[in-house]
C-alpha cells in the first residue's frame, strides 16, 4: 500500500525554523512529482511548494517564497520541506502528496495528485 508519512513539525516561535520530512513507501518514487500543501482552520488547502520527479525544477507560493524550499532525495524516497523565517500565519497542517507523472500536472491542484499523508502539525508563536 502506498503511504506518505510526514514528521518534523512542531510549535516554533516566529522567526524560527522547522524542516518537514516525507517519506515515501510502496510506489515507484521516481514516477511522482511531489508537492507539499497545507490547511490552517477554516481556510481551503492551500498549496506551499512542488518539485518534479528528477528534483530538476522546484517552485514555491509566493507567501513562503524566499523562506521555504523543497527538496528531494530519490535514493532514500524522501522529500522536504525547509522552513525559515517562520511567521504566525505559517500555522497550518502540512501534507505531503504525490502526483503520478503527467502532462496534465497542474502543481498548485488539490486534485492533481494521487495520494496524500496524513498531515503534520505546525504551530507558529508570536
Known amino acids: 500500500q502506498v503511504q506518505l508519512v510526514e514528521s518534523g513539525g512542531g510549535l516554533v516561535q516566529a522567526g524560527g525554523s522547522l524542516r518537514l520530512s516525507c517519506a515515501a513507501s510502496g510506489l515507484t518514487f521516481s514516477m511522482y512529482n511531489m508537492g507539499w500543501f497545507r490547511q490552517a482552520p477554516g481556510k481551503e488547502r492551500e498549496f506551499v511548494a512542488a518539485?518534479?520527479?528528477?528534483?530538476?525544477?522546484?517552485f514555491s507560493a509566493d507567501p513562503v517564497k524566499g523562506r521555504f524550499t523543497i527538496s528531494r532525495v530519490n535514493v532514500n524516497n524522501t522529500v522536504y520541506l525547509q522552513m525559515n523565517s517562520l511567521k504566525p500565519e505559517d500555522t497550518a497542517v502540512y501534507y505531503c502528496a504525490a502526483a503520478l507523472r503527467s502532462s496534465t500536472w497542474v502543481a498548485e491542484v488539490v486534485r492533481s495528485y494521487n495520494y496524500w499523508g496524513q498531515g503534520s502539525q505546525v504551530t507558529v508563536s508570536s
Open positions: 518539485i518534479t520527479w528528477s528534483g530538476g525544477t522546484a
